[in-house]
Structures are given as C-alpha cells and as structure tokens.
C-alpha cells in the first residue's frame, strides 16, 4: 500500500485528495495542516472582510470530510523539514519531533503575504491579508475604531484592490499608496489601470503614485490609539490600520537544503514532479509553466492551484497526466465597475505592440464606461484587459489557452461582438485537436 504524504490543505492540497481518491482508495493518504481550521475559502476573505459572508460560510468541508475521503489529518501541524533520502517528514509541534514516511510527498504550502522591512512594520495595527487567522484579526482590530476610521493600504496586490474596496464598503476611509506610477500593475496595463485609479478617487479613495513608504509609528501607547505612515517624500499619513498589500511570496521554506529544485518558487514539471524523487508540488508554491509565453512563472489563482493539484494527485498515483500550462486570470469588481485580466497583459515594446511582435486592439465605448484591450501575436490571443464587459472573458482564456488562431477576428472579439456559439463553432475542432488533460 502506497503512502500518500499532502503538505497543506488548501486549494492544490484538496483537489489533489479529490483527484487521489476518484480513482484509488486503497492508498494510505496523511495530510499535514499548519492551520488549525477546516479547509476554506481564500478567495472569499475579502468578502467576510466586507461582511457579506460569514465565518462559518468560509468552510469547504464540513468536520467529516476526512474521514469520509479516508484521510488521515495532522491539523495545526506544521511540517518543518524533508529528508527526502530517507523519504521522511518531520513535524512539529510535538512533544518530541515527529516523522512521517512518505512514498509519493506533494508540497502544497502556498505562499507567503510579502512583509517588507520597514521601521514600524510589527505594530499593533498593521496587517497582512493571507490567511483566517489574519482576516479575523483586522475585522476585530477594525471593531475598536470609531465608524469612520482610516485605513492606509501599502501596495497594489491583487488581494488589495479586494480588501480595499470591502474596508471602503465598511465606510473606511481609505488611502492607497503605492511605489509605482500606476495601480494594480499584476492586474492590469497602465491605461485601464488609470481608468481604476479614477474611479477609486471618484469614491473617496485617496490613491498616492510613486510614493514610497519610509516608516510606520504609532501615534501614541494606547492600542487603537492611531498610526502614522511617513513617505520618502516627508508626507506623514495619519491612520488607524495599515493593510501590507505587496504581494506574494512561494513559500518554498520546506525546499531549502533538500535537492528540490527551486528559483522563485518549486521548480515543476508538466506533471507537477520536482526534482527530488517522489516528490511533486503544486499550487501557489510552485513555479510552472505559462501557456502563452512558456516560461516558468508563479501563479497566485485558485483556479491555477486547483489544476495543478489535480495533476499532481493523479500522478502521484501513477495516473500519468500533463498540465499543459496556466493562466492569470482575475475578475474585481471596483465600486460598481468590473476588471477582467488574463493572460499577457501588455505588449512589449510601445504601447501600441512592436519589439515582441505583439499588437494591441483597443475598442472603447466611453457611453457604456468599457474598455477592451487585446493582446494579439500571429493570430492568437494573448492577453486580454476588459473594463466593464468581461461577459466573454472565459471564451477568451479559452482561446488564450487553446492557443486557438483567430486570425480575421481580431476586431470582433476586441469589441466583443463575436457570441460564444461563433467561436464555438470555430473553435470545436481547435480545442479537440488540442486537449488540456491527457490522462
Ligand atoms: C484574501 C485573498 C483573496 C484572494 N482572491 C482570489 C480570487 O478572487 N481569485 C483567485 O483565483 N485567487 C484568489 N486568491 C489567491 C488564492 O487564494 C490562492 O492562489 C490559493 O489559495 C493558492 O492555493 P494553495 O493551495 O497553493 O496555497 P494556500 O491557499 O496558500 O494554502 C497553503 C496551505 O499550506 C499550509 N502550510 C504552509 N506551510 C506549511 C507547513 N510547513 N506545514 C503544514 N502546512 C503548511 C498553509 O497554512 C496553508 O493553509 C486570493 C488570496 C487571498 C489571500
């Protein structure tokens, strides 16, 4: 019997069990969780940050769901070391260090909230937005100010444009700074992401460009008592909460001193296999193919984690199955605005294409508030940037994906004219000739 060892139980770590046991119950399936909850929802933080959800709606799986999937589950453990010549992992906390043998091991340890060195950075106050844990922190923090407190947002990750719109819902008063020229630069080109910045400052955000955070210090003893942020410009920016907003990082701690191969985060293969035998990751730890460009990149997706996951369980279960690459793919909404991205987000070179061979298609409806911006390269798609008509953004990861040739349609699919029974018909026989999963 086979000893299935999964680190991590979120997004890649499930769907590997679930992959693992739609086909192989037999298996010996041990799952090692640093956090001690259920599984649950990243992506819907922000939502119980705004409080559209509750706690208990966050929860994936109710307290049974292992033993019915016939796993056995170390919650609240954490795993601090892989031998992996001897195929051991070590656990704590335990009274005394704890082994766990494995034949087949998946790192599924996710990533990381940047917390950037700052005089000021570990003051009550100040938060990062990764886990529950941290969630619940800043809801209850919040929960001592006054209705109208201040909230300073220092970067523009992905997860900040969500969690500052859900403190603004709370009727926060919120300021964003950030150390570029233009917002939100994972989500979006410098053009729509202006059209962002505008309809934020249209809501009462104060959005700060090219300024850079020097320190954070408290404004006096008392808890809740109010902060202060101070820029390289000698502008200090009086807040109750800070909100660290920089980003992601793999968190390949496991790797370290271990022959798995790592760059900026686990190196993978198409089967998700690292370079140490028996070994596979999958999730926002690694890094793996993109299926336009075909570099290695990181992804930070739910959708991207899942797949990954699911390759990996099937092929730790001798299940040969390819990932045949991902994409970034995000929707937000903004104040009553949608911002849809996938894929390569700008050409290179001008702002109009040129170095890389890329062209961009621009089409705006000023009457509609749309904007759709389209990445094209010898008659595929590449990426795509949609303000407010993103109906038809999953045809377009559909196509950007398939690596479909639209050659002649450009124009219809930048004004998004062409129905998804268009492109079905065009695309049918692109998508059999090129399946996604190949088990
Ligand atoms: C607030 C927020 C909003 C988001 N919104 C979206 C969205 O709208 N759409 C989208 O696609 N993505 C979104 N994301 C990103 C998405 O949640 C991640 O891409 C996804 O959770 C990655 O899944 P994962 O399984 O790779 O890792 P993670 O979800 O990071 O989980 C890794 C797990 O491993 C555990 N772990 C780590 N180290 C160890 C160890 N040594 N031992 C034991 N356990 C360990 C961690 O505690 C954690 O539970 C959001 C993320 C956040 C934080």
């Known amino acids: ?36 909850h259920l599984p649950y929802s990243r992506v819907m933080l922000t939502y119980l940050l705004a409080g559209k959800v509750s706690r208990d709606e966050l929860f994936l799986h109710g307290p049974d769901w292992y033993r019915q999937t016939g796993v056995k589950a170390l919650t609240g453990r954490r795993a601090v070391a892989i031998d992996t010549r001897r195929r051991e992992i070590v656990i704590e906390p335990a009274r005394k260090s704890h082994r766990v043998p494995y034949d087949r091991l998946l790192i599924a340890t996710g990533a990381l909230a940047q917390r950037p060195v700052l005089p000021g950075i570990d003051l009550p ?53 950030v150390r570029s020229a233009a917002i939100f630069s994972q989500l ?34 008392r808890q809740a008592a109010g902060l202060a942020v101070h820029l390289r410009s000698g502008q200090r ?14 968190n390949t701690e496991l790797a370290r001193g271990t022959d798995i191969t790592t760059d900026v985060g686990i190196l993978v293969d198409e089967t998700m296999a690292t370079s140490a035998a028996g070994v596979y990751a999958a999730g926002d730890v690694t890094q ?12 930070g997706t739910w959708t991207n984690a899942c797949d990954q996951g ?29 911002l849809g991205s996938v894929g390569v987000l700008q050409p290179g070179g001008s702002d109009r294409g040129g170095g890389d061979g890329r062209t961009l298609h621009h089409y705006v409806d000023p009457r509609r508030r749309v904007s759709r911006r389209l990445i094209f390269r010898d008659g595929r798609c590449d990426g795509a940037v949609v303000w407010n008509a993103c109906d038809d953004l999953g ?34 026989a692109g998508v059999l000739r090129a399946p996604r999963w190949k088990y």
Not at 149 to 161: D, E, I, M, R
Not at 193 to 218: C, D, F, Q, S, Y
Not at 311 to 330: S, Y
């Open 1 to 36: 019997m086979q000893r299935l060892v999964i680190i991590g139980d979120s997004a890649a770590g499930l769907a590997a069990i679930e992959a693992i046991r739609s086909r192989d119950r037999r298996s010996q399936v041990t799952l090692i969780a640093a956090e001690d």
């Open 125 to 177: 106050g100040v938060f990062c937005l990764r886990d529950l844990d941290d969630a619940v922190a800043i809801l209850q923090y919040a929960g001592t100010l006054g209705p109208h407190a201040g909230a300073v947002f220092l970067g523009g990750g992905p997860v900040c444009l969500q969690a500052l719109t859900a403190l603004a819902d709370r009727g926060m008063k919120v300021t964003l700074v």
């Open 188 to 221: 979006a080109d410098a053009y729509t992401a202006g059209l962002a910045a505008k309809v934020l400052r249209r809501n009462g955000v104060r959005v700060l460009t090219n300024a850079e955070p020097v320190g954070i210090e408290a404004r006096s003893q």
């Open 237 to 250: 920016l009086a807040t109750d909460l800070v909100i660290i907003g920089k980003g992601t990082q793999p």
């Open 288 to 299: 793996a193919t993109h299926c336009v460009t075909g570099r290695k990149v990181c992804y």
């Open 310 to 338: 699911r390759v990996a369980g099937l092929n730790m279960i001798g299940c040969r199955t390819e990932w045949t690459g991902g994409l970034n793919r995000n929707v937000t909404t903004l104040f009553g605005n949608t």
């Open 395 to 428: 045809v377009l990861s559909w196509l950007i994906s398939t690596r479909h040739d639209c050659s002649g349609c450009e124009e219809r699919l930048t004004r998004g004219e062409t129905t998804l029974g268009d492109t079905l018909r065009r695309g049918l």
